[in-house]
């Protein structure tokens, strides 16, 4: 089974999260704090990361979490950046995120987004 992480407070985040990886072989974990992720990333084997960039946490941001699992030596996490506002994209994608959501997204689109970055690195979205 692999690990997606959910960063964020938004209750509404996480559920779409839940329900777009539903019946697949992939657990859910909420993490609140984006300053926890690096230490999560680092603990366990995790498959995926999706932030909340506008989250804040003690000792950093949503925006700052892609650039913290990448300081750490870890390209293999694939870390998605959610915003509700598009212009942050090139923001995201420049501070090392691999992929970028646009809030309100349909369950199909995250799906997708997630299968390609899984098939690329050798892994899959098994349902």
């Given at each position: 089974?692999?690990?997606?992480?959910a960063v964020g407070s938004q209750?509404?985040?996480?559920?779409?999260?839940?329900?777009?990886?539903?019946?697949?072989?992939?657990?859910?974990?909420?993490?609140?704090?984006?300053?926890?992720?690096?230490?999560?990333?680092?603990?366990?084997?995790?498959?995926?990361?999706?932030?909340?960039?506008?989250?804040?946490?003690?000792?950093?941001?949503?925006?700052?979490?892609?650039?913290?699992?990448?300081?750490?030596?870890?390209?293999?996490?694939?870390?998605?950046?959610?915003?509700?506002?598009?212009?942050?994209?090139?923001?995201?994608?420049?501070?090392?995120?691999?992929?970028?959501?646009?809030?309100?997204?349909?369950?199909?689109?995250?799906?997708?987004?997630?299968?390609?970055?899984?098939?690329?690195?050798?892994?899959?979205?098994?349902?």
């Amino acid at each position: 089974m692999g690990l997606i992480l959910a960063v964020g407070s938004q209750p509404e985040l996480i559920e779409m999260i839940t329900v777009a990886v539903r019946e697949t072989d992939y657990q859910i974990h909420r993490v609140k704090d984006p300053g926890k992720v690096p230490h999560v990333v680092e603990s366990v084997h995790v498959d995926a990361v999706i932030v909340d960039i506008h989250e804040t946490g003690k000792t950093i941001t949503g925006m700052d979490v892609a650039e913290a699992i990448r300081e750490q030596g870890n390209n293999e996490t694939i870390v998605i950046a959610v915003s509700d506002e598009s212009a942050d994209k090139y923001v995201a994608l420049a501070a090392g995120f691999d992929a970028f959501l646009v809030q309100p997204f349909d369950f199909s689109r995250l799906r997708a987004t997630l299968q390609m970055y899984l098939s690329e690195a050798g892994m899959t979205l098994r349902t």
